[in-house]
């Protein structure tokens, strides 16, 4: 397991989406070319269709990137913090998964949000919120080890996860 892997398998949903749309927005286009009067010649069209779905695809995935990013450069720091390598210590404890809550690491990588911690960088839950009073997605605060504040966002039952998951292991 790799930080590379975490990215991945976070942005693959968005990923998919958006090439499902720059194909049905290319198929649309030729279309629409093909059956309207004085258009795009066809070479036109299919140039126009690979443009304008290549540029959303990269803007949808490029702005869909973000958040999973943000998880990847918290544990980088987390690596250099707490002086160890995050794939030799997947390697060493033979963790595959990209979901995985025991002792030493909660790793939960899905829905577009890397959460990657290992139980000597949190220190303390701040705070939990829900900016749009929804429930849907929360923040956490927390202080890291080096006493930083850190929000992190994500689902509700990720965060809640997290969240019991700090203080399971706190408690012991």
């Not at 892997?5 to 070319?33: C, D, E, H, M, S």
């Not at 490029?62 to 999973?68: D, E, R, V």
């Not at 030799?88 to 995985?100: H, V």
């Amino acid at each position: 397991m790799t930080k590379w892997n975490l990215y991945k398998n976070a942005i693959r949903p968005v990923a998919t989406a958006a090439l499902w749309f720059w194909g049905g927005l290319f198929v649309l286009l030729q279309v629409v070319t093909f059956f309207a009067e004085d258009s795009l010649s066809w070479q036109e069209s299919i140039t126009t269709g690979l443009g304008v779905g290549a540029g959303l695809f990269f803007l949808m995935a490029g702005l869909s990137s973000i958040n999973p990013l943000q998880g990847v450069l918290r544990l980088a720091r987390q690596e250099k913090i707490l002086n160890f390598s995050f794939a030799d210590e997947m390697k060493q404890n033979a963790i595959t998964g990209t979901i995985r809550e025991d002792k030493q690491w909660f790793i939960h990588s899905a829905d577009t949000t890397v959460l990657a911690f290992h139980r000597n960088y949190v220190q303390e839950i701040v705070a939990v919120n829900d900016p749009n009073k929804r429930g849907y997605r929360l923040i956490m605060t927390i202080r890291a080890t080096d006493g930083k504040k850190l929000k992190i966002q994500g689902l509700s039952k990720n965060i809640k996860k997290l969240e019991n998951w700090f203080y399971q292991i706190k408690a012991k």
